[in-house]
């Protein structure tokens, strides 16, 4: 109902630039429309990629697509969705919170965020919420993925800083990169590291990581840690140096606090090498050449991610590593500094509005009286949040018990990507009411909205971004809206309207929106009044113009940006390092500059101290204990040509090629422990849940320790919701679910056929023939769905094993006309069959069935659906799945009963043979019939003639 | 023919071994029967499809008896006599008197213009009604019927073709394939009349029409009977030979009654079968000359055989049992946009029987692999679909 119609024609624009709707990494994108296509470019002058973009943003461009799109407002009008006006889905919205807040209080509703969502959209739904509504109940998917940095952050600075700038990165002596697949989830920072090695071969990079990766594959020393024990691994690094002397004990004095507890700690729990090598199974060597690189290497960097996030002791994980600077007063310096590499586009910013349910606002705090009140006088607001509102997990176990009676889930897939996944399914379900906004129609969230809100898309919304390194870019629009799309935050604004706050919500454009923003962060922001570093004071009034054109800028921004004048930190840029290769760095970028002085430079910290805190970290394993039942741990990730749930990724083809299925990957001896085979499939269960996934064994998993991807959900795939299986366990402090460590068992999924379809695409705008599969997936024991270039591909398997295919076929192929141009191999004692449909002399689609995966290649048939005609050859290879073999072309067949062709005849008269006699005593031609005697006579004596003229 | 290829295949052996007389009932050298159909089509001339000229039995020192017919055996004396009243002793004789055509004794089967399709006469008489008839009908939807029917068609005459089955050559072809050799021929012009059992053939000086059973009837002004052929046996039985459905011979086409005796072609029964087809008289020809030439170094044992018809433009194979039962397996392949349909029927990991229709190429390498009983097991997933499939290089 929603999807499927085109949006109007784009006239040529000129070239656009914006950020990339990804990583954390934040590159610059030059975007060009063309009538019939979105062209994306790297940024060449973007201080993060200089022109380069990894293969997810090269692909933008297939994924702008009317397809899938949610286009208009919809409500659930007994049970199915309906297409309303905006007016009366708003009406509903605000009617319905504003009714359950009357009845059950503002802590009966909540708000669950993204870190997709612009600045400008978090700033107003944050406002909103804890100003308006007067909850804290806002989370962010943040949540699942750096809280935990935030908190070790806030901890240690008093303050959340990224104190790092990917410069810094790049003029490291030694990188150490913590829990990350940099090469596959941030390949471009990791491009610029790579690039900066070639530089500087001295440049050293550690890589710990219980897997062994593309980024591990690079690293001079690879630590395949124990799942879970990197407290141990950095308390024992704090201890070594401390041993070694490795302290700066002048910036310790100076500038920090808490050392000797801390201190204590990691000499109780990790003391001594040899125990922390056999606690993080580690070789002892190793280790120690670990500890000495660190210790004797001053410019260090030791950048983490979700391997250091997403755990139960994330926090003192984070802690862990920053203890091991602060000790070394390798930080505030170039090529120094603990690195938190965020996971979205815009994490970064929505903690800068406050955007999680513990945070205020602007850097400020909800338990400071002062800043409560700070933020209230600037939104002047009835009321103001006093309390931290619910986390993520505990903000959906709410909604289970029923405390929670509303939530508006914007730019998020919580039924996939939350820890126990399939209890957040009861929970909305059960929910009184459930808004959703999104880009697309059908998400594994959306079945259970009441309201559906359609968002605008990449490409469409305005506003900014901040990425890892601090640095603000603009998102820009560069197509019209598909359907009724809206920007976030005019739909928040617009109920904030409805409840009588159009004087404090009078947002016309997303600059109003960052300027009131920037002013915020610029209040009271000084010793007397409530200091912290993110000050965007520089950015206050900027106006339309100046906002529409601004650059990419780092925080703080105390005075306004270089093409107005002035600027910061912009001169003395060394350039980044794809920027050397590809061209001189850009001296109006700023974010070039080495704004890592900027930051704890002058040693000064936020804390009310003003003092940087050592965090005594005790180290503890993963909460999910291996037992008999779930003996293996499961850890959880990305793979490289897929972003989150899919949702834009899956709809480009060239993504789709690289890791087409969901699947676990384990060591050999577990596969066989399990008794499961490579490219099997299998069932991967926890105490929460289970999916069916293909069996790999890439031989980079250690024992005990198995890997699924995090993308796959119900729309690409029957059951490969990991998060359905990951326990709902997480960190005491930042409340982040421990992603990486679940207990699970893995058990072979049996079935009686496996199989596959390829299906030519309806139009390019949308309403794909896939609805002629959907017999064939309601047929199928487990399917996943794979985005072709103009086809889609269905990998299939099921348990009925009766030999009907050739009567289902059809009609599941949807060639149902009789007359269809229909080809059939059958096999029905081996259960064997496979069934194309032509039309028009082009593949349309076609059907493989066996009950062994050994099914042939799907590389040839895919290239087929480009072509606009079939020759023979492919026709005749088609139910084989393979072009025929190029052999000797044996000619017309002469001999029929010995098939013998023209060709190979007339090499036999060319070898000598006189007589037709002769050549059936050399060929058989001719031996049996006789029918081709004649033929067999004319060819020796046409060239008997032919030598003789050549003669 | 298989007379002549003996000797053939003798001569290449024991040149000297006999002294050789043939006596020919047809007034002339002899031809390839299995390429009348071709003359009757005009794609080849009588001379094309002559084997065996008077000037080949002189230069092998072969005295030829043509238009002479043998009428009795002595067997006590050793000679057998000829209607001109020769006689011919003989040390060993060899008994090759093929068949004639089956005519259904219907009221009428005597008709000028009615006529069977056997040897050179019948394809004469064929292309002259041709020239001043229009209306043919052949009786018999088997391999000779349709290449008679197509010849005829060929040679401009409005052909129906009456066949007693419900599906043609359902000896050769199982029902999709016959199906589609329908569809073809009908493409062509021709008519068919399936389950149709024929009453009466009727006409005055000549045919004019045939009634049916079922009492319907159809204009016709030639006739062709094309339902089958009996083994010419009568000599061998005056003789006193044993005799059943054809004379019986045993490994070394040898008959049972007579050492002296040897048969081979289309008049003797070999364990149980008579064989209409040419593959299998070649193979006895050649053993039963090896026993005549006193080598026995070869034997006998029965052929399996293949069919494919003589109709230009359209592809079929078939042999062995292609219809199958419980215990057989089927591969099939259907494309229907290339007029392609095959069928290969398995059993015990071996092929037992092939149908092709459309493309034919690989049915001789089936055909070896059934008749080798070749473990086609490893092959199986790609066997149906050629050759080149299974052995690339091959291709």
């Known amino acids: 109902m929603m999807d499927g119609s085109a949006p109007p024609a784009v006239p040529p624009t000129p070239t656009v630039l914006t950020t990339c709707p990804y990583c954390g990494t934040g590159c610059g994108v030059a975007v060009t429309v063309k009538q019939d296509k979105v062209e994306v470019a790297g940024d060449a002058l973007h201080p993060t990629n200089y022109g380069r973009l990894c293969v997810k943003g090269a692909a933008l461009g297939e994924t702008m697509l009317p397809k899938g799109r949610l286009l208009y407002p919809a409500v659930r009008d007994a049970g199915a969705l309906k297409r309303v006006s905006w007016d009366s889905a708003l009406d509903q919205v605000a009617s319905s919170f504003q009714r359950i807040i009357d009845e059950h209080g503002p802590d009966s509703v909540a708000w669950y965020v993204s870190g997709q969502l612009l600045t400008e959209d978090y700033y107003v739904a944050n406002k909103l919420v804890k100003g308006f509504v007067g909850t804290a109940n806002i989370d962010t998917n943040s949540r699942l993925c750096m809280s935990s940095a935030v908190a070790g952050h806030k901890r240690a600075f008093g303050e959340d800083i990224v104190p790092v700038s990917y410069e810094d990165f790049e003029n490291a002596d030694l990188v150490v990169l913590v829990g990350s697949n940099t090469a596959w989830c941030h390949p471009i920072l990791f491009q610029r590291l790579v690039k900066a090695r070639e530089k500087r071969p001295e440049m050293k990079l550690v890589v710990i990581d219980p897997r062994r990766t593309a980024t591990s594959e690079m690293a001079d020393l690879h630590l395949p840690i124990r799942p879970g024990t990197d407290v141990w691994l950095f308390n024992g690094l704090m201890s070594f140096l401390h041993q070694h002397g490795v302290v700066d004990t002048a910036f310790i004095d100076g500038h920090t606090s808490g050392l000797a507890r801390a201190m204590a700690i990691a000499d109780n729990t990790a003391g001594d090498l040899r125990s922390v090598a056999a606690q993080c199974k580690l070789q002892e060597s190793v280790l120690a050449e670990f500890y000495r690189l660190f210790a004797r290497t001053a410019k260090v960097v030791t950048a983490f991610s979700m391997g250091v996030n997403q755990s139960s002791s994330g926090t003192d994980k984070v802690n862990a590593i920053i203890n091991c600077h602060l000790l070394t007063g390798r930080i505030g310096k170039p090529g120094a500094g603990p690195f938190s590499i965020t996971g979205q586009p815009n994490a970064m910013g929505g903690r800068e509005v406050g955007g999680l349910s513990n945070m205020l606002a602007a850097h400020l705090d909800l338990d400071a009286p002062a800043h409560r009140e700070l933020v209230q006088t600037f939104w002047q607001s009835p009321a103001i949040a006093d309390q931290p509102g619910l986390k993520a997990v505990d903000l959906f176990d709410a909604i289970d018990s029923g405390q929670v009676k509303a939530v508006w889930i914007m730019a998020t897939n919580p039924v996939v990507s939350l820890p126990d996944a399939d209890k957040v399914k009861r929970a909305l379900a059960k929910c009184e009411l459930v808004v959703v906004s999104d880009v697309m129609a059908n998400t594994d969230t959306s079945a259970y909205a009441h309201v559906l809100l359609p968002a605008q898309g990449w490409g469409e919304k305005d506003g900014t971004v901040t990425n890892s390194e601090r640095c603000i870019s603009r998102q820009r629009a560069f197509v019209p809206a598909a359907g009724e799309a809206r920007p976030d935050w005019w739909a928040l604004s617009e109920v904030a309207r409805r409840w009588g706050l159009a004087a404090q919500f009078p947002y016309q454009s997303a600059h109003e929106i960052f300027d009131e923003h920037a002013r915020l962060t610029a209040a009271g922001n000084d010793d007397e009044g409530s200091p912290r570093y993110l000050n965007l004071g520089g950015l206050v009034g900027l106006g339309k113009a100046a906002y529409d054109k601004l650059e990419p800028v780092r925080w703080p921004v105390l005075l306004p940006p270089p093409h107005a004048g002035g600027g910061w930190g912009g001169g003395g840029s060394t350039g980044g390092a794809l920027a050397e290769e590809k061209m001189p760095p850009p001296q109006s970028s700023p974010a070039s500059g080495e704004g890592s002085l900027m930051v704890f430079a002058d040693g000064r910290y936020y804390t009310p101290d003003r003092r940087a805190r050592f965090v005594p970290t005790t180290p503890q394993m993963p909460g999910g204990r291996l037992d008999d039942d779930y003996p293996l741990a499961l850890n959880t990730g990305r793979v490289r040509d897929h972003w989150h749930t899919m949702t834009r990724t899956g709809l480009a083809p060239r993504l789709a090629t690289h890791v087409s299925e969901p699947f676990v990957d384990l060591h050999p001896q577990d596969a066989l422990l399990c008794s499961v085979r490579e490219h099997d499939l299998a069932r991967v269960s926890s105490a929460h849940g289970s999916c069916v996934v293909r069996v790999r064994m890439s031989g980079e998993m250690p024992r005990k320790s198995v890997f699924v991807p995090i993308h796959w959900n119900a729309q690409f795939a029957s059951d490969a919701r990991v998060g359905a299986l990951v326990n709902p366990l997480v960190d005491p402090v930042s409340g982040e679910p421990e992603f990486k460590h679940t207990p699970v068992s893995v058990e072979p999924f049996m079935v009686a056929w496996h199989g596959f379809a390829l299906s030519r695409d309806g139009d390019p705008n949308g309403t794909s023939r896939d609805g002629d599969l959907k017999s064939l997936t309601a047929d199928a024991a487990w399917w996943t769905k794979i985005t072709g270039d103009g086809y889609t591909r269905h990998e299939l398997a099921g348990r009925r094993s009766d030999a009907t295919w050739a009567s289902r076929a059809r009609t599941m192929l949807g060639a149902t006309d009789p007359e269809a141009d229909w080809l059939e191999y059958e096999d029905s004692t081996a259960n064997i069959y496979r069934a194309a449909l032509i039309v028009g002399g082009r593949i349309e689609a076609c059907l493989f069935i066996s009950p062994r995966p050994d099914l042939p290649s799907r590389a040839w048939l895919s290239s087929l659906f480009a072509k606009d005609q079939l020759e023979v050859a492919d026709r005749i290879g088609l139910l084989v799945g393979e072009p025929l073999a190029r052999g000797d072309d044996a000619g017309a067949t002469v001999c029929s009963c010995y098939g013998v062709g023209r060709k190979t005849i007339e090499a036999a008269v060319r070898g000598g043979c006189a007589t037709p006699a002769e050549l059936g005593a050399k060929l058989k031609c001719g031996t049996n019939c006789g029918s081709c005697v004649p033929e067999l006579k004319g060819i020796i004596s046409e060239m008997r003639a032919q030598a003789m003229a050549k003669a | ?395």
């Open chain 2, 1 to 395: 023919m298989s007379g002549i290829r003996t000797v053939e295949e003798l001569l290449k052996l024991e040149p000297e071994a006999f002294d050789i007389t043939v006596f020919g009932a047809e007034p002339h050298g002899n031809y390839n029967r299995i390429l009348l159909s071709p003359v009757l089509a005009g794609e080849k001339r009588f001379e094309d499809i002559v084997t065996h000229d008077r000037a080949w039995y002189a230069r092998n020192g072969i005295s030829l008896h043509t238009g002479d017919v043998v009428t009795a055996i002595d067997r006590r004396r050793r000679v057998v006599v000829a209607a001109s009243g020769l006689e011919v002793p003989y040390d060993r004789l060899l008994i090759a008197t093929g068949s004639r055509p089956f005519v259904i004794p219907v009221p009428g089967h005597t008709l000028p213009g009615v006529i069977a399709f056997r040897d050179i006469h019948d394809v004469e008489s064929m292309l002259t009604a041709a020239r001043d008839h229009r209306h043919a009908v052949v009786i018999g939807g088997g391999l000779l019927g349709l290449e008679a029917a197509s010849g005829l068609l060929r040679q401009g005459m409005n052909v129906s073709v009456v066949h007693v089955n419900d599906s043609l050559m359902e000896r050769q072809l199982d029902k999709p394939a016959a199906k589609l050799l329908k569809a073809a021929l009908e493409k062509r012009g021709m008519r068919f009349l399936l389950e149709a059992n024929t009453a009466e053939i009727v006409g005055s000086e000549r045919v004019t029409s045939i009634k049916f059973k079922d009492g319907g009837e159809i204009v016709a002004d030639l006739v062709v009977m094309a339902v089958g052929i009996r083994p010419n046996i009568e000599l061998a039985k005056a003789a006193g030979l044993h005799v059943e459905r054809a004379i019986v011979v045993d490994d070394s086409l040898q008959t049972l009654s007579d050492p002296r005796i040897y048969a081979v072609g289309e008049c003797v029964q070999h364990r149980k079968n008579v064989y209409g087809l040419v593959a299998p008289l070649w193979e006895q020809a050649k053993v039963c000359a090896a026993h005549l030439a006193g080598l026995g170094h070869r034997r006998y044992s029965g052929s399996v055989t293949a069919t494919r018809l003589k109709v230009t433009g359209i592809d079929l194979y078939s042999a062995g049992d292609f219809i199958g039962d419980k215990d057989s397996e089927d591969l099939v392949l259907r494309d229907p946009g290339r007029g392609v349909y095959k069928r290969l029927v398995l059993k015990g990991g071996c092929i037992v029987g092939v149908v092709l229709y459309g493309e034919v190429g690989d049915g001789p390498w089936y055909f070896e692999l059934m008749q080798k009983r070749v473990d086609i097991s490893a092959l199986r997933q790609r066997l149906l679909f050629g050759r080149g499939y299974c052995e690339p290089q091959a291709a």
